[in-house]
């Protein structure tokens, strides 16, 4: 029985598309991405193309789950990996596919090429994802700690509720040293990658990118 394969393709550049992520999707009768995600597989697509955006999803994953019923292969491209901050958990949530339903291709989490840009081992760091709506003062909860406890902090801001700046200022807020460093990975592996090495304090007078990860050491 065919299922969807939800497949990570990487923090943005060609070069960290996995060879299993491409085979996913040379083999799909039905290929569901951003319009940038789609791009990264230029001549390589041969089934049907659907442009994913905020407002079609729920239609797009309808499609999706009509495919698979009909034994057809469908894959939904995720950003970075699609089970940190990607759209393993929208999936799971809209009830139109089962666990046996879904395959899931990982990807390179944008936090990984953080963390390898810095020299970071990220298996005693703090994982933050703030995507996806309001947050909640659990998740301010559990950060707070994690400063307190300074330790070594990766995090995905959202550029709506919980940017940089609003991070950084509640972060001083509830009792961080302004001269916590901070390093802010934008674009990371495109040609426009920059990154930011700076402290709390001074956060506030900088304008970030949508495409960014903050690192608090």
């Not at 393709?9 to 319009?35: E, F, H, M, N």
């Not at 041969?46 to 994953?61: H, I, M, P, Y």
């Not at 789950?65 to 393993?88: C, I, R, Y």
Request: proline share 3%; with cysteine.
């Amino acid at each position: 029985m065919a299922k969807l394969d939800i497949v990570g393709i990487g923090p943005g550049s060609a070069d960290y598309v996995t060879p299993a992520a491409k085979k996913a999707v040379q083999q799909a009768d039905l290929v569901i991405g951003a319009q940038r995600s789609l791009a990264l597989f230029l001549g390589e697509i041969r089934g049907e193309q659907v442009v994913l955006t905020a407002k079609n999803l729920q239609d797009s994953l309808k499609k999706a789950a009509q495919a698979v019923k009909e034994n057809k292969k469908a894959a939904l491209l995720s950003t970075g990996d699609p089970g940190f901050s990607g759209l393993l958990h929208t999936v799971l949530e809209s009830g139109l596919f089962s666990a046996k339903d879904i395959n899931v291709v990982p990807g390179v989490s944008s936090i990984q090429a953080c963390a390898a840009r810095l020299n970071i081992s990220w298996d005693t760091a703090r994982l933050f994802t703030f995507h996806g709506g309001e947050v909640s003062d659990e998740q301010k909860n559990k950060l707070t700690l994690a400063a307190q406890a300074k330790q070594t902090i990766l995090l995905l801001p959202d550029q709506r509720n919980f940017t940089p700046q609003n991070i950084a200022a509640f972060l001083l807020k509830t009792g961080s040293d302004p001269k916590t460093q901070v390093y802010i990975c934008e674009n990371i592996t495109l040609e426009s990658e920059k990154i930011t090495h700076t402290t709390i304090e001074e956060i506030a007078s900088l304008n970030f990118g949508s495409l960014c990860v903050m690192v608090i050491k």
